[in-house]
């Protein structure tokens, strides 16, 4: 992972038996009383960078609740390292990947704050957690206390001997660090260590799993590993690569959807650009948005079919199903009408209907949802209706689809 900021990030003065006895004597973090717990806890005695270090650690760990529940109450954080952390839940899946393979040492290399490493531990993995930054390594060890059979090595990844493991994680820096904050970075050869390093680990038979941006282009995906894209309650998270033993038999490419419901997993044996064909049809029925992870995996086209529907065009992820179907890899909306997307009839259409919140999504065009929105409410008054409308494009023309949420209890269980 990159450098993180040492005035920021400076965990050192609760590294101490009264710095850490500070931090976990503190309630629930809140933002607008932390001015005058700083000014209670400076009266009562505790240095300045102390009462700093341990209040920006309250901070974090309010933040980290989203990626680790409860865990985080005891945790150590730095900004960068709680920004590219794995959610707890996902890295219980890469770790049963290594479970699966039957692989007991692991390196993760790039192991920012720990996450996949307590994981791994948690699983029973020998695991050895290098990080190069000091301070994020510091953090690591902290939260890797629990685990006996981890360890964190303030090392290089690209200079750790790997053949003393059975298989390796990597999640590589994706964010070049400054004193104006952090850069995200979409070049795989930018990354810390690169893909090609990960490349070359796999061409010696290592098995090797690697987390990247969900946006990584399909064109530079290896050949040669399976492509899982994750997402959680709806946000894509990751693309995971999984090389050698960590690559399942017959997946070359999957959509892993993680929800309040549970897991379900979508793959291809097929590679990027092949698979079925979705038919082309009018709005019809039911309209389907497929899961973001479902998108970037390329297979849209295999939920169609599972749903024994069809897109409204070839090169756009809305899917149109005559009747209502369960599944975890689309949410349905009940299609009302289409209009043409023309600025001045749907303006009229919001009066008469008396709408006055408007939901706007949009795929195939390049219209922004809030300026419509405020376009087509101005003037509406205190009008309460709620729409939804879907604006996107079928071949050359612009359609706005007035579409209704389908709730969770009206969707037919599968059967």
């Not at 990030?9 to 500070?22: F, K, M, V, Y």
């Not at 590589?172 to 810390?192: H, N, Q, V, Y």
């Not at 300026?371 to 008054?381: A, D, F, K, T």
């Amino acid at each position: 992972m990159a450098s993180e900021n040492p005035v920021t990030d400076s965990i050192a003065p609760i590294l101490t038996p009264q710095g850490w006895e500070l931090l976990n004597s503190l309630g629930p973090y809140s933002e607008a009383g932390s001015l005058q717990l700083s000014e209670q806890l400076r009266r009562a005695g505790h240095a300045p960078e102390v009462v700093a270090a341990a209040l920006t650690q309250c901070r974090l760990r309010a933040k980290a609740h989203a990626k680790f529940g409860g865990f985080a109450d005891r945790m150590v954080f730095t900004s960068a390292g709680l920004e590219q952390a794995t959610r707890l839940r996902v890295a219980a899946h890469h770790a049963q990947r290594f479970v699966a393979a039957d692989l007991v040492r692991v390196a993760d290399l790039g192991c920012g704050i720990g996450a996949d490493s307590m994981a791994l531990a948690t699983l029973e993995r020998e695991v050895t957690a290098v990080e190069l930054d000091e301070t994020t390594a510091a953090a690591a060890t902290m939260n890797l206390l629990p685990w006996p059979n981890a360890s964190v090595l303030n090392a290089d990844a690209s200079a750790v001997d790997v053949t003393k493991y059975d298989g390796v994680w990597l999640d590589p820096a994706r964010r070049s660090t400054s004193t104006s904050g952090t850069t995200r970075l979409f070049d795989p050869e930018a990354f810390s260590p690169p893909l090609s390093f990960v490349e070359d680990l796999a061409a010696h038979g290592t098995p090797v799993g690697v987390k990247l941006g969900p946006g990584i282009p399909h064109e530079a995906v290896p050949a040669d590993c399976e492509a899982q894209w994750v997402s959680v309650d709806g946000d894509v998270t990751e693309a995971a690569l999984w090389f050698n033993a960590l690559r399942r038999p017959g997946v070359r490419r999957a959509a892993l959807v993680l929800s309040a419901h549970g897991a379900a997993e979508l793959t291809s044996a097929e590679d990027f650009g092949a698979g079925p064909e979705a038919p082309v049809g009018p709005p019809e029925g039911y309209l389907y948005e497929p899961d973001g992870a479902v998108i970037r995996a390329g297979l849209v086209a295999d939920v169609a079919e599972r749903l024994s529907g069809h897109l409204l065009d070839p090169r756009i992820a809305y899917i149109c199903a005559p009747e209502l179907h369960e599944t975890p890899f689309a949410r349905p909306y009940r299609i009302v009408e289409t209009r043409p997307f023309n600025i001045k009839a749907l303006k009229q259409w919001v009066r008469a209907e008396g709408i006055g919140v408007l939901d706007i999504k949009k795929r195939g065009t390049s219209v922004t949802p809030e300026e419509v929105r405020r376009q087509l409410l101005s003037g509406s008054g205190k009008a309460r209706k709620k729409a939804t409308l879907v604006l996107t494009r079928i071949g050359d023309d612009r359609v706005a689809i007035v579409v209704e949420p389908v709730p969770a209890h009206q969707v037919p269980a599968a059967g």
